[in-house]
């Protein structure tokens, strides 16, 4: 498969051009501004909103963040900035989408204690997810430019995540709500972001019609209701400051591991808690030729944050087949 010599996106990935030396059309647009000066402007910014908050009065929340706790890598070291870079009190939210790995949970209870973090765990009903992602895993839930970033299952299961904790933050009055996402998931520019409740309930429609032609209401705890939409100003931010802090992953393992975190054995090359995530990155290679994750990490390679070598490792290897059937079985 031909792919782009400077990045690592291929042939087969939609609206693609090569030039005559093979570098793509994605590479060959300027790169955002991400020098050290640039970072420092979204931290600064992230740091005066802590400040702004903490003056503002009745402004004592129980927390400060909802943090997407998934006890991956990323997440995990987020977590950790979080708390002992912004001195900040965090609540741990989980979502168990029900094929999380056992040592995920291992992680979660030992990386929250060491921190000294509150967690919550979000357990939906195993029999509506699993009916969600065997159809997922069938036809295209969405619009098609979401299939450039991720597989039908993960954009169902992430689509349920960020609404169902921007449901709880505004129920709990939490003023930040934080995500681990790597450079290569989200840019810069949004990396400290008030929600625009008026955007969030159009991206909301796109996910919930589906998911609810599916599962009926029995989703509706996960999502928030058009009471809620009509109160924007207590809507939160939303952080995720690994795009504007140093990234670099043998670092970040090694901090995981000083505060409890072990990498699982069960999951595969781009994932460090999810069980599904193989069966999801097979089924997307197989209808649309190319790996979910290719965009992200052809991102990420970009950006100097992996070296191309290190992006294909991660997205070339065929998916193990043990996992992708005990998935499959298990979705029956």
């Known amino acids: 498969m031909k792919r782009c010599v400077k990045c690592i996106l291929p042939e087969t990935f939609p609206g693609i051009k090569f030039d005559e030396d093979g570098v793509c059309n994605h590479c060959r647009r300027p790169l955002k501004r991400t020098e050290e000066g640039h970072r420092k402007e979204w931290e600064d910014k992230f740091l005066s909103l802590i400040e702004e908050y903490r003056k503002m009065p009745g402004s004592g929340a129980t927390y400060d963040v909802l943090m997407a706790y998934s006890g991956g890598k990323d997440s995990t070291y987020t977590l950790d900035v979080f708390v002992n870079r912004y001195k900040l009190r965090v609540l ?47 036809k295209p839930l969405y619009s098609p430019k979401t299939l450039e970033r991720a597989s039908t299952i993960c954009t169902s299961c992430i689509g ?68 809620q939409f009509s109160q924007p100003d ?60 290719v965009w992200e990490i052809a991102n990420m390679v970009r950006q100097g944050v992996l070296s191309r070598e290190e992006g294909l490792e991660k997205i070339e290897p065929p998916e193990d087949p043990d996992m992708v059937t005990l998935v499959q079985e298990q979705l029956g």
């Open 92 to 138: 741990a939210y989980t979502f168990d989408n029900a094929f999380m790995s056992p040592g995920a949970f291992v992680n979660i209870r030992n990386v929250c204690a060491n921190l000294g973090v509150d967690s919550m765990v979000v357990r939906p009903s195993p029999l509506m997810l699993k009916k969600i992602f065997r159809t997922a895993a069938k």
């Open 160 to 227: 349920m995540v960020k609404s169902s904790m921007l449901r709880t933050a505004i129920e709990k009055n939490i003023p930040f709500v934080g995500f681990g996402w790597s450079p290569g998931q989200a840019p810069m520019q949004s990396s400290v972001m008030k929600t625009n409740a008026a955007l969030m309930k159009i991206s909301q429609k796109a996910i919930y019609e589906p998911l609810h032609s599916i599962a009926g209401d029995e989703i509706n705890p996960l999502f928030v209701t058009d009471q």
């Open 234 to 293: 207590r809507f939160p931010w939303n952080v995720h400051p690994l795009a504007f802090l140093p990234y670099d992953e043998k670092k970040i393992i090694k901090r995981n591991k000083e505060i409890g975190w072990v990498k699982p054995d069960d999951v595969d090359p781009n994932s460090t808690n999810c069980l599904l995530n193989a069966y999801a990155n097979n089924v997307h290679r197989k209808v649309y030729g190319f790996h979910p994750y």
